[in-house]
């Protein structure tokens, strides 16, 4: 899967939506720099352990905004 700078996906380590700020290959292996809303910090996570919202059952950035946690 193609992690998209600046996108919305689900991190399954923080069970949260997330915001991706920066992506890094290493050694074959993608790591990214998220953004986690909740937390109102930003960690590094795998780019396997993010999941695009559509597949997350959180639904989508475009239909229920970045927060969708949020009433009102």
């Not at 953004?35 to 919202?53: I, Q």
């Amino acid at each position: 899967m193609k992690i998209d700078t600046n996108s919305w996906y689900f991190s399954l380590d923080h069970g949260q939506n997330c915001q991706v700020i920066e992506t890094q290959a290493l050694w074959g292996e993608t790591t990214c720099r998220v953004w986690l809303p909740g937390r109102d910090s930003v960690v590094r996570a795998p780019a396997s352990r993010l999941a695009p919202l559509e597949d997350s059952g959180t639904g989508t950035a475009t239909r229920n905004g970045p927060f969708p946690y949020l009433t009102g």
